[in-house]
């Protein structure tokens, strides 16, 4: 079942390596990715700051769907062509967000082998860049990576503001979607002070917001796609946008804030990014939070009728998680077992220990398909 592979000449196994711009050069020309050590710059802070002025993106520079991403790529907090580092990724999300080192690296790791150039070290925030060639020996399939941008493997189903693949534009800021948004706000949202009557977002917000976002899938996509790995990073996004984009002062979202930055990907002025780093485990129980009132099983719609997926009781499941699983069995494909470049090799080994880490399951091997 696995496909036949070309065969690559096998560089020497000891990897000399030159430092050319803070990046590590193997001798292969892969760049060597390595987990930073966490930080201890953790603490509330004014975002942005001086050196990171909000810039519009240029034609040739690439945004997504990811509202986070896009906001630190137009201040400068990752590059701003939108072509990032596993390592710039992580620094610039803790810079600008706060998130912790081990869930940027399982975001990041995850995306740099899904969607990205795992032996050059490079990541498209949004689709297919000519600064990203194809992967060594195609073994991903003949097209160069298609960023995060592209459907399936992690850009999924049920979005917030973006539409389903199959109905409409999954990857921009759709204005009809948060209209919805706020009209959750208006309903179930707090009155504030500062900032208004029914002016702040709520757990009860979100629980509403995102089960009314799953019904209008259910109905609308004939396809949608709801399986474990997807429901997580789903529930999870609706967990960051409480605990990430909300003002570190007083963990208060107002809804100006939350405009600003999926509608201008630009910080709202006067604002502190969260005075502790947040967490995976504080955004796994975060998203059962909102997943709790309104649970949904994995499945897909089959023929617009929605079928659940069958239930898994094999030894691993039981004892790990049903999502890892997911994500590195049907989601990452199987022909990254079989990297020879030693740098590419390297790369793969550290990015499938970086994602096992926050779940603390065993690791898995990718088994999913190639070219998707
Ligand atoms: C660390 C690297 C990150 C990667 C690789 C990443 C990737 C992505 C991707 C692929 C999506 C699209 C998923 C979909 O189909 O809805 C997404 C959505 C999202 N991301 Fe990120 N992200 C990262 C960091 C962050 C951070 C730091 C935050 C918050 C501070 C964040 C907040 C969000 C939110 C709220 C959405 C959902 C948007 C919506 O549903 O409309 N992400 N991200
Ligand atoms: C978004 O940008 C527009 C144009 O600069 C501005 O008028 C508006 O107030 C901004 N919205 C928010 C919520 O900051
Ligand atoms: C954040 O909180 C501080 C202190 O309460 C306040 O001065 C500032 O305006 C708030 N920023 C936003 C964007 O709400
Ligand atoms: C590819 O990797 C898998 C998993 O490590 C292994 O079982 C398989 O034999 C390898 N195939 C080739 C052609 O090397």
Request: glycine letters at 8%; a negative charge; charged letters at 15%.
């Amino acid at each position: 079942m696995f496909g036949t592979l070309k065969a690559f000449a096998f560089i020497a196994a000891t990897l000399s390596t030159s430092v050319v711009l803070g990046a590590a050069t193997a001798s292969d020309g892969g760049v060597i990715i390595t987990l930073p050590p966490r930080s201890t710059d953790v603490g509330i802070k004014k975002v942005p700051d001086a050196a990171h002025p909000f810039i519009a993106p240029g034609p040739n520079d690439q945004r997504g769907p990811c509202p986070a991403l896009n906001t630190l790529a137009n201040h400068g907090y990752i590059p701003r062509n939108g072509v990032a580092s596993f390592e710039e990724i992580l620094a610039g999300t803790r810079e600008g967000f706060n998130m912790d080192r081990d869930l940027a690296g399982f975001l990041a790791g995850f995306s740099m082998m899904a969607r990205g150039n795992a032996f050059l070290n490079k990541l498209s925030i949004g689709s297919v860049s000519p600064l990203i060639p194809v992967v060594p020996g195609a073994i991903d399939g003949p097209a160069p990576p298609g960023g995060i941008a592209k459907h399936d493997r992690f850009e999924g189903d049920v979005s917030m503001t973006r539409q389903d693949f199959n109905i409409g534009d999954d990857v921009h800021f759709q204005i009809s979607l948060f209209d919805e948004f706020l009209s959750a706000i208006e309903e179930f949202g707090d009155d504030n002070a500062l900032h208004g009557p029914k002016s702040i977002v709520n757990m009860k917000v979100m629980q509403e917001f995102k089960f009314q976002r799953f019904q209008e899938s259910q109905a609308a996509d004939k396809t949608v796609s709801f399986h474990s790995s997807r429901i997580a990073s789903s529930y999870n996004e609706a967990a960051f946008i409480l605990t990430f984009f909300a003002n570190g002062t007083d963990g208060l979202l107002s809804k100006q804030a939350l405009t600003s930055i999926f509608q201008n990907q630009t910080f709202a002025p006067n604002w502190f990014r969260r005075s502790s780093p947040g967490t995976f485990d504080f955004i796994v129980d975060t998203a059962a939070e909102v997943l709790a009132p309104h649970p949904i099983q994995p499945g897909a719609n089959v023929n617009g009728v929605y079928v659940l997926d069958p239930p898994d009781n094999s030894q691993f499941l039981r004892q790990c998680n049903a999502a890892y699983s997911d994500f590195v069995l049907n989601n990452l494909p199987h022909t990254l077992n079989n990297v020879t470049q030693p740098t590419f090799k390297k790369n793969i080994q550290t990015l499938l220990s970086i994602v096992a880490t926050p779940f603390g399951c065993p690791e898995l091997l990718p088994a999913g398909p190639v070219g998707q």
